[in-house]
């Protein structure tokens, strides 16, 4: 009987109170675990979307700063910017008529376009983007009447297809856009430099005046310079559907997305007193300094761009993490999200970007 007994206490299982027990304290143990791999998790999230503003944002002010400080390059000559008094363009229409001019503005380096309270701003640039470098070449034959040849003394590493520009040494004249239609021809004392063929009359229309009292048929003589613009770059950089853009102001090329999660853009000029090199006033573009920019006389103060981006990270966070305004720089403009956008963490790039052929040129 004894002998019996203690078998059956030796096949005794878990009563019901243990195995509840046991399950309260596995639940227990995975909830534990659940929530620290739940906070782990956010915080890789967070620290994988600052990541990536980081990047984002980076890549953009690099990008910018790039383009910024190439700005006016082939048209800032040792007296100064050389297309003030304004730039034609010159081509054929391809309709057997004489070759035409569409008349245009003072070549501008950087114009920035205020966006206004609360908005991104908008910066244009234009310059050479020559393969071989925009080393003016001297003109070695009178043009006292415009035509479709343009005699130099070395080819300026011009080729088919190079858009180049005519201009005086000491920017007294307007400039003139044109393209070659052929590789330059050597002569005898020179290369000519053709870019009509077969179009050898006079400017279309004929002489107009525009806002800057210029003629618009510049005579070209010995000792102007023509300068390889290459492709011509000329490009705008703003903000559009939390992206930073790049586009052709005249529609050549359709709008590019160069960078993502970047959500606002504010820049302004840093402005020298004239015949100076250092930097009087940090003023935006607004007011005489609004785009487009009405004096050219202005124009080469511009000496530097002071410029902020901010960029998002693509994490949403559940508690509003970011307060009214991220400031861009002190005493500058700030960034403003909406409530919702408070639930996204932000990082904001500045810098301070010199426009180096402005002023290796004389004011």
Known sequence: MNELNLNCRSNRGLGLVELMVGMVIGLVTLLVVTQVMQSFE???????????????????????????????????????????????????????DPPKVTIGGAFVPIQITD????????????????????????VVKDMPTPSSIVTTGTTGGLEKGDLFIMASKTGDKRCTLMQMTQDAQATGNGF????????????????????????????????????????????????QNDQLIELDPMGAAPPAALVSEIVDMQAVYGVADAGSNKISAWVPATGVW???????????????????????SPQ???????????????????????????????????TIIPLRNVIWSAS
Request: charged fraction near 20%; include cysteine; aromatic fraction near 8%.
């Open 115 to 138: 966006g206004g309270d609360g908005q991104p701003d908008r910066i244009e640039l234009m310059r050479s983007d020559a393969e071989f470098g925009a080393i003016p070449t001297s």
């Open 42 to 96: 956010g915080q890789k999230r967070t620290s994988t979307g600052g990541n990536d503003a980081q990047t984002n944002g980076a890549l953009a002010l690099y990008l910018l700063d790039r383009e910024i400080r190439m700005a006016g390059y082939g048209v800032a000559g040792p007296e100064g910017m050389l297309c003030m008094n304004g730039i034609n363009s010159y081509y054929d229409a391809g309709d057997g």
């Open 290 to 312: 609004a785009s487009p920019l009405v004096d050219p006389a202005l124009v080469p103060r511009i000496r530097a761009v002071r410029l902020a981006v901010v960029a998002r």
């Open 192 to 239: 000519n430099l053709q870019h009509n063929p077969g179009a050898d009359g006079p400017y279309n229309p004929p002489n107009p005046v525009n806002a800057y009292g210029a003629a618009n048929t510049p005579s070209y003589e010995i000792g102007d310079i023509v300068i390889n613009m290459g492709a011509y770059r000329h490009r705008e950089y703003r903000i």
């Open 316 to 350: 949403y966070e559940k508690e509003t993490v970011t307060g009214a305004a991220v400031e861009l720089w002190d005493g500058g403009p700030s960034y403003s999200p909406n409530d919702d956008g408070r639930h996204y963490r932000y990082k904001v790039f500045e």
